[in-house]
Every structure is written in C-alpha cells, then in structure tokens.
T-cell receptor
Framework: QVQLQESGPGLMKPSETLSLTCTVT?????????WAWIRQPPGKGLEWIGT???????FYNPSLKSRGVISLDTSKNQFSLTLSSVTAADAAVYYC?????????????WGQGTLITVSS | EIVLTQSPGTLSLSPGERATLSCRAS???????IAWYQQRPGQAPRLLIY???NRATGIPDRFSGSGSGTDFTLTISRLEPEDFAVYYC?????????FGGGTNVEIK
C-alpha cells in the first residue's frame, strides 16, 4: 500500500523559508498520479496548498501569493514544498497526499502530518 | 472561487442513530466532484466518498454520499463508536479545490 511521510523543521522564525519533504513508499511517483500539499492550522479546517505532476507541472492555491514552490525528486521518490517569508498565519499541520486524476483531484492517501510552529 | 458551507457545525447523536451532514456550494460544482473525509483527533483525514457517491476502498457501506449541483449530503446510517469525528467535504470540480469548514459529530 502507498505510504507518505512528511519531514520538516518543526519550529520556524517569522520571515524564514520553510522546507518540507514528503517521502513516498509503495508507489513510484514517476509512474503517475499527482502529489499534493495540504495544511491545517491548529483547530481549523483544511487548505489545499499546491500540486505537482510527474512531468513537473505545478498548480498552486492563489491564496499563497506565489510564496510556495513544489518540486519532485524521483531518484529519492520524494516531493518537497518550499514556502518563503513565513508568518504566524503559516503555522499549521502540513500534510502531503496523493491526488487523483478526476477534475482537480481528491486525496486518497495521506501522510500523518508534520506540525510547523512559527515564533520569534 | 467556490466556497463550501457545511452544516450543522456540530451534530450530537447517540451510537446507532443516523447522521445526515450537509455540504452546500456557493456555485454549481462541475461534474459533481465532491469528496468527503473523516478526521479523528490527532490523525490525518481519511477519504470516505469521492465523485459525490462512490465509497473509497475499505469504507463500510453505512457511509453513503448523494447530491448534485450545489447541495451534497453524507449519510451515516447507523453510527458506530469509531464514527464520532470531524467530517469535511471537498470540491475538486473547479479551481482552486477547496474544503468545507467541517462538521463535528459528537457523542450525545
């Protein structure tokens, strides 16, 4: 079965650049599907951040105002999220997920999430 | 951008009862592309329903989805103890994909 595992720094300072990695096992990301990042501020709902396809095509939520970049490393079966100029509003649990082909995609496999705190 | 409104915010029910959760979209969802997720405390969301009415792999048949256009429903026919959780709908027919605010199904 497909498994996803996020890794990240845990604690960030305002204005820093956040880097997260998702390691996928049980499926080769170069074989297909889309791969996505989703976040959830503490006690709040879910927000789609962006998606990447195996060919490298990327799609982002306009709410990020161009601060996010998603990339693939097929040699390691990983994909990554970089989010620049973080603020307290970026504090959240960040999930990576596999996205379906239907429309703009539902998410059928999720990582366990990694908590990112932003504090000076 | 489509906004999804879920109601009620909290649903207080007893095990064995029927739960009906609503998800209303601010405009028609293309191809009725609505998914439903369950999230237990401290866990990642789990896909229950996709394409409005298709159960995901391994999901019990007490979960069912219906609806079209702007109004969608998740029904849990008989609540089991493990079903008390937060439920989110998601639309993926229009860009950007978006989630509703969630319905908390709690034990009465």
């Amino acid at each position: 079965q497909v498994q996803l595992q996020e890794s990240g720094p845990g604690l960030m300072k305002p204005s820093e650049t956040l880097s997260l990695t998702c390691t996928v096992t049980g499926y080769s990301i170069s074989s297909g599907y889309y791969w996505a990042w989703i976040r959830q501020p503490p006690g709040k709902g879910l927000e789609w951040i962006g998606t990447i396809y195996r060919a490298g095509s990327t799609f982002y939520n306009p709410s990020l105002k161009s601060r996010g970049v998603i990339s693939l490393d097929t040699s390691k079966n990983q994909f990554s999220l970089t989010l620049s100029s973080v603020t307290a509003a970026d504090a959240a649990v960040y999930y990576c997920a596999r996205r379906s082909y239907n429309g703009y995609g539902y998410f059928d496999w999720w990582g366990q999430g990694t908590l990112i705190t932003v504090s000076s | 951008e489509i906004v999804l409104t879920q109601s009620p915010g909290t649903l207080s029910l007893s095990p064995g009862e029927r739960a009906t959760l609503s998800c209303r979209a601010s405009q028609s969802v293309s191809s009725n592309y609505i998914a439903w997720y369950q999230q237990r405390p401290g866990q990642a969301p789990r896909l229950l329903i996709y394409d409005s009415s298709n159960r995901a792999t391994g999901i019990p048949d007490r979960f069912s989805g219906s609806g079209s256009g702007t109004d969608f429903t998740l029904t849990i026919s008989r609540l089991e103890p493990e079903d008390f959780a937060v439920y989110y709908c998601q639309q993926y027919g229009n860009s950007p994909s978006a989630f509703g605010g969630g319905t908390n199904v709690e034990i009465k």
